[in-house]
C-alpha cells in the first residue's frame, strides 16, 4: 500500500467521521501504518479491498474511527503552556477553590493518549504547587478512546525520550529507573484516574475546575463536530473554571465560553479577548 493511496483514503473518509483533514496533514503517517496494519490483520490483499469492505461493513467505521485517534504526546509537550499553568492559572484555581471553602481541585484531561499530560499536571502540582495550598488536594480524571494507550498510561513506565522535555529536577523525583525505562512514583499516579471514553458519546458525571483539551478536539474535529464537543464541555466545567487548548488551537469561529481559555501561543484573532481568572486573595 502506497501512502498517496492511503491518503485518498483518509480524505475521502474524514468527513464522514466528522474529522478534518486539515488536522491529519502533518501526522497522517502514524495513522496509516494503522492502517495497513488493519489491512493485514483482514487478510486484505490491497486498499480498494478495505474500501469496499467500508462500503460492506458499516461496523468498520467505528474500526477506521479508532485508527485515526493520533496519539502523538510527551512529557511536559509545550513547556511555555506548563509554565502559564504553573505560575498563572493553576495558582489562582487554587486561591478561588481556597475562598469557596473546597478541598479539591478537580481536572479533566480529554484525550490523554498514554498519560503523559495528566501525569504531567500531577508532577507540577505535587512537586511546585502542593506545598502552598496544603488544605487542597487535586483529582484528575484521564479519559482516551483507546484500550492500548489506556493500558500503557496505567503501567506508567516511560522511554527516556518521552521524558525529554520534562525538567531534569522534576523527572529526578517523580520517575524510578527501571532498566531502560522510568517508571512514575506510585504517588504520583494516585492523583490519576484513567477511563476508556469518547467525549462525543458520554461525559463524566463530574464537574471539573480545569479542562486540558489539547491537540484533539479542536485540531482533529470538523467545524460543526467542535462545536458540538465545546457545548458538551460546557456543561462539566465549574464557574469560574478554565479550558486549555493546544499550541496554535482557537475555539470555532464566533463560539464563546463563560470560561478562562488558555494555550501557549494564543491565535491572533483571540488575543484581544483572551481573558485572566479574576484575582483572589493569596
Known amino acids: 500500500m502506497k501512502d498517496p493511496e492511503c491518503v485518498a483514503l483518509l480524505r475521502s473518509s474524514v468527513a464522514r467521521l466528522g474529522l478534518s ?32 469492505l467500508l462500503e460492506r461493513e458499516p461496523s468498520e467505521w467505528l474500526e477506521l474511527e479508532r485508527l485515526c485517534a493520533v496519539t502523538i504526546s510527551r512529557f511536559y509537550r509545550d513547556a511555555l503552556m506548563w509554565q502559564r499553568l504553573r505560575d498563572e492559572l493553576l495558582p489562582a484555581l487554587a486561591r478561588a477553590a481556597r475562598a469557596r471553602g473546597q478541598d479539591t481541585l478537580r481536572c479533566w484531561s480529554i484525550g490523554c493518549a498514554s498519560g503523559e499530560e495528566p501525569y504531567t499536571l500531577a508532577i507540577v502540582w505535587a512537586l511546585e504547587l502542593a506545598a502552598r495550598y496544603p488544605e487542597l488536594r487535586l483529582r484528575i480524571l484521564a479519559t482516551d478512546i483507546g484500550e492500548p494507550v489506556l493500558a500503557r498510561a496505567r503501567a506508567a513506565r516511560y522511554s527516556a525520550a518521552t521524558l525529554s522535555e520534562l525538567p531534569e529536577p522534576l523527572r529526578a523525583r517523580a520517575f524510578l529507573r527501571e532498566g531502560g525505562l522510568f517508571r512514575l512514583r506510585d504517588e504520583l499516579r494516585a492523583a490519576v484516574e484513567l477511563r476508556c471514553s469518547d467525549l462525543r458519546r458520554e461525559l463524566p458525571e463530574e464537574r471539573f475546575q480545569l479542562l486540558l483539551c489539547r491537540n484533539n478536539v479542536f485540531t482533529y474535529f470538523g467545524e460543526a463536530e467542535q462545536r458540538s464537543a465545546l457545548e458538551r464541555l460546557s456543561t462539566r466545567l465549574l464557574p469560574g473554571g478554565a479550558l486549555v487548548l493546544g499550541r496554535g488551537e482557537s475555539l470555532p469561529a464566533g463560539a464563546a465560553l463563560d470560561a478562562v481559555i488558555l494555550a501557549s501561543e494564543p491565535p491572533p484573532r483571540q488575543r484581544a479577548g483572551w481573558r485572566c481568572l479574576p484575582r483572589t486573595p493569596a
Open 21 to 52: 483533514w486539515q488536522g491529519f496533514r502533518n501526522v497522517h503517517g502514524q495513522v496509516c501504518k494503522r492502517i495497513r496494519r488493519r489491512v493485514v490483520e483482514l487478510g486484505l490483499a490491497e486498499l480498494a479491498a478495505y474500501q469496499e
